[in-house]
């Protein structure tokens, strides 16, 4: 690894322990009653949030899912706005009224986690569609798991995508759950990079979604591809769902030995384990340091916030 | 030990299929996460096991296709009971429901028989966000060919879920999450069919009507701050049919009503009660039949202002106490 | 030769794109045949050729993919204009209407902004089937976050097309293919924003509120069968946002007044105009506020059938002359 | 060809002759005003309609779109009925409240035309799947024209196809346009039934569908596979839309000759000559006549028939 590698690499564990720290203090507080409402966390995904929001611009665009967190830091969220978002505060990134399904900024091109499986991806390929068209070199990435593949909009994202050749790269990460569905019950037929390489994408590959280097070194060259105007791609990035599907998901259908065989591919535990074993042990410690007291911070802000007045009940429905 | 307390309103739909099922080897249950995972809240729980994997099909998140298949399989012979599992999600699903399923009977000229359950679930008030919060059934009970149910007891969840399963027709069936736990209260019970309000408490002073989870809303205001005042309290249980008859009766004796529903007050399922109460009784009425729902916002999250934009009891009370001064 | 004829309803929908067209290069339009089909109904004609293919998107049918693009879009700067090709195709896009582009700037805490329109068209009364007959206003007028504009002038369409197009919201703009062809009456023309209802002809008898085609049809009414009674015919123009005052104002002259639309009744936009009017004017009015819009049926093909189902003059008229007996 | 063959190819040319005849008649009674709202024919298109369905028993079903005259005749429907439906009659298969985009007679396996394009596929997956369920060995055919392909409920429909081992065919005519559009410029990537193949069907082949011969040997033995429980296929049928849309499209966009090569291709010419050139020619010109004086009469009890009173208005509404 070259120098430029390990201060990426670091780069993107910084993100991922950003990530995994908002995350477990969200499902602390959840279980605390703290937080409201139900919230989908990404324990054990981080790496593909971070390995393909560190190859993006800031005006770039991603939409997300429901289980969206990790995205939206990535993407350069600020953790207080939306641990005060998760605890229904004034001060959150949409002023309490989103919460943990609805994040968005589209100033930073963050287009929206989204509560409705699959409705993200044809939003992801009109904001790369507008990019093209308004002249820009920015490129759309769509987030989404692996059971949304068989939902229509899906398949009309990528027709549509392919058609108009938008600059957009549709992630799919493969968590092995889709709720309490084990995902491959219900797929049959060719596998997906090859059904998507048959809409026409120019590249569509099945990668290792818990090496941050590997998501990384993947997603970088579509990304300068798509500014270039290749067109859409897709990744499916293979990881699992450490958590239940919601907090509070017993997972009485998780196998156990499977969970313990990915438990050991921790994608922070990886790169952690790279950068020690190339000297950067205190930098790594720094992070894990920086990142706690970065969210310990948010939580305690975020706490301490008003929540929104009743004026502000209906204000913004309309523009 | 088996449970000796009455069961709860999630008791009362899964055993309506289960009776159901046992009775009728074409009722089958389809949706997303219905079979293995018993349901996202546990609803359909059991019957996995009991019924196999050809009756309690789970499927894919493809819910257009999952309910279009289910037209299809009304029509071919079988009953199914196709859930949609948060009502939002009739906005992916909305084609075989309301071009397919409502029109095909007449369509046809009555050649088509549809019978087949849309099983949804609805409840606000528990920060899930715009996404997971609306009760649209007045955009359903807005299409004619469906009907629409709304149940509110623990009770009778299971007897209008059990008329839904065997209506020979398309029937929305809507559960509200937040009653799954209750027990039913004391007392006796006497089923009533579809199309039938239940005046659930009697009064002289104001009617209000309500369905859903709103009827314990307004019970809830009626015992604690309106006790002064004679309610009474119907449960309309279903919005189509809609039993004018009993609203009617009703609200003649107290000469004033309020409809109280979680769906978005505007162009809202509780102008058409109203209209057709005023263009019935404007001559009885001693003021104008009014409405209380949801405020013309998407819904929502934070706990403060979720609980500023549904009827509570609050606004209920404030609401009939209104009604007494027009 | 130049045609030298005020332009019809059509052209002014198509006048209206083409002037914001020219001038934001971010307006863009989208939908299934616009651009070198020119629409089908020929509504789009020319554009695809004066605008280029990047600006005028023909897409394959695919329309929730579509309408989602179209939000993705306005969040990223563009204006689009997409095409719902018949109102009833709703079904097959509602998600990115009702919980997308309704919500994001709500849920975003006003940080999305969503300028766009989902223009759309509907119009009874030719037997062109169930499925592609339908007025589904009343359910986008109860999604909070959406407006719903619906000319019935020749000229207003231009205007309200405009105002929709220049909103920073989403807005429905519901056509009418049955108007299509109509050209202005003669006069002057005043311009009205949206929000603002239109009294089309005055009178102090009885209010008739309608709009789209149905404005049209209660003027015939007027005019063949209703020439001793004074009408004030308003047209409504935009159920959101509603012009409550315009129609206050009126009914509180005339003291009765009714809705005529060609949504189903039930459930339909007009009990919500019904019921704010009685609440309002309960102790003014002369009679209940009343509705007049399409039966409790799917629409039926056969033109006698679908006659009755809708309504027309002789409808109008009556139901204007029970008023005045209520 | 044998006996048989040609007793069968008989059998078809009378069921494309008919549908001609029906349609041919519809196109000038529309014209005329006869027939209200709108219609779409599919002249040139009636070897897939007759070939599919022959292979078809009572009990099978069938789903079809806005251009579904010749389906439905050719899966039984009686062509009375159908004309006065057309004509709004009382007398018509649907009493005259479904008119031409909406003609099904369930009791016959018909389970509609439909006015939503794409529609009719999901509900022939489920017709399907009931039928598996209730332990019969009927299957379902699904007909679409390749403007569907597409869309959402194609894809969630092949889906939940070959997941649930459903006995359908999905039978796409692809007949050069939808609506206005050139299909092919809707089209990027692998061909069509190379995509439906990944999904899983057990077969998916591209046909000339206007060779009635080719699409009766293409669908016997996936019919009878389907009966087996070998599950779902897709048969891609290429034509030609001879008429515009609907009727009263002027087809300005048509390349002329495009439109005279496919004319020469004409279904029923081409079964026509193979019989005459077999000796059958008086059977041809029985067949013919047949149809007009079938058709004929169908038109005239149809305009003679009383339109539906008024007190159908609402009947049938609910069951
Ligand atoms: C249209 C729609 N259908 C169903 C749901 C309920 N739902 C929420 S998440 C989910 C599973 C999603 O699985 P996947 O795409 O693999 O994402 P993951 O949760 O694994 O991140 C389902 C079915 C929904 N939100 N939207
Ligand atoms: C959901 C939906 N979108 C659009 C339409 C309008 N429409 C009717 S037919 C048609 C084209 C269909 O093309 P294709 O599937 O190739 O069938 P064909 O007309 O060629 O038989 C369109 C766009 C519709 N009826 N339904
Ligand atoms: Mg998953
Ligand atoms: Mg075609």
């Known amino acids: 690894m070259s120098t430029d590698d390990h201060e990426r690499l670091l780069g993107d564990l910084r993100t991922m322990v950003r990530i995994r720290a908002f995350e477990e203090r969200v499902s602390r507080h959840f279980r605390e009653g703290l937080i409201p409402g139900f919230v989908h966390v990404s324990i054990g995904q981080e790496a593909i949030a971070a390995g393909v929001c560190g190859a993006l611009r800031d005006d770039d665009y991603i939409t997300t899912t429901h289980r969206g967190h990790g995205h939206c830091l990535a993407k350069g969220l600020d953790a207080d706005g939306m641990m005060a978002e ?124 818990n090496d941050v280097e590997v998501v990384r070194a993947t997603i970088e060259p579509l990304v300068a591809a798509a500014r270039a105007g290749a ?63 970065e969210i310990d911070a948010a939580v305690e802000r975020g706490l301490a916030a008003p929540y929104p007045t009743a004026e502000t009940l209906l204000e913004d429905v309309h523009a | 030990m088996p449970d000796e307390r009455p069961p709860r309103y999630i008791d009362g739909v899964r055993s309506a299929i289960a009776a159901e099922m046992e009775a009728d080897p074409d009722v089958v249950l389809i949706g997303v996460d219905v079979g293995e995972g018993g349901g996202v809240f546990g609803a359909t729980r059991g019957l996995h096991e009991r019924f196999g994997a050809e009756r309690v099909i789970d ?117 509200n999450r937040r009653l ?50 004679g309610v009474e309290l119907i449960d309309l249980r279903t919005l189509v049919p809609l039993d004018l008859e009993t609203l009617e009766r009703s609200v003649r004796r107290t000469g004033r009503a309020l409809v109280v529903h979680e769906a978005t007050a505007d162009f809202g399922p509780g102008a058409e009660i109203a209209t057709r109460l005023s263009e019935r009784l404007l001559y009885e009425i001693e003021g104008p039949i009014r409405r209380l729902g949801a405020v013309a916002a ?29």
């Open chain 1, 86 to 209: 998760l605890f229904g505060r004034a001060t959150g990134t949409c002023g309490g009224k989103g919460g943990s399904m609805h994040i968005a900024d589209p100033s930073i091109g963050i287009l929206g986690a989204n509560g409705i499986v699959a409705a993200g991806l044809p939003i992801a390929v009109g904001a790369a569609l507008a990019a093209r068209r308004r002249g820009t070199d920015a490129v759309a990435v769509a987030f989404a798991g692996e059971g949304t593949v068989h939902s229509g909009p899906f398949h009309e994202a990528l027709t549509l995508a392919v058609l108009w050749e938008a600059p957009v790269i549709f992630v799919i990460e493969n968590n092995r759950f889709a709720e309490f569905t084990d995902s491959e019950a219900m797929w049959r037929g060719d596998p997906l990079v090859d059904r998507a390489r048959g809409y026409g994408l120019h590249h569509s590959e099945r990668i290792d979604g």
């Open chain 1, 231 to 293: 067109g859409p791609a897709l990744v499916e990035a293979m990881t699992y769902r450490v958590h239940g599907h919601y907090e509070g998901d017993a997972v009485p259908y998780r196998d156990e030995a499977e969970f313990e065989r990915w438990r050991e591919r921790d994608p922070i535990a990886r790169a952690t384990a790279a950068l020690e074993a190339a000297g950067h042990g205190d930098a790594v410690a720094a992070i894990q340091a920086d990142a706690d007291a």
């Open chain 2, 298 to 326: 998407p819904t929502p999250y934070s706990p403060p202002l979720e609980a500023l934009a549904l009827p509570g009891p609050e606004a209920i009370a404030a609401a009939v106490r209104g009604l007494l001064e027009d």
């Open chain 2, 59 to 175: 499927t894919p998140i493809a819910e257009a296709g999952v309910l279009g298949a289910a037209v299809g399989a009304a029509m071919a012979g079988l009953r199914p009971v196709a859930e949609i599992m948060y009502m939002d999600f009739v906005s992916v699903c909305l084609d075989p429901i309301v071009n397919q399923a409502a029109k095909l009977r007449y369509m046809t000229g009555g050649g088509a028989r549809i019978p087949l359950v849309f099983r949804t679930q609805t409840g606000g008030g528990r920060s899930s966000g715009a996404q997971h919060s609306q009760s649209l059934e007045g955009m359903l009970a807005h299409v004619p060919g469906l009907k629409v149910f709304l149940p509110s007891d623990p009770r009778d969840v299971h007897d209008l879920l059990r008329a839904a399963i065997r209506d020979d027709g398309p029937v929305v069936f809507v559960e």
């Open chain 2, 180 to 229: 799954y736990n209750r027990r039913p209260a004391d007392g006796p019970w006497e089923p009533l069919p579809p199309g039938r309000a239940r005046v659930v408490r009697p009064g002289d002073d104001v009617t209000v009507i309500a369905w859903g989870r709103m009827v314990e809303e307004v019970a809830r205001a009626c015992d604690e701050q309106l006790t002064d005042v």
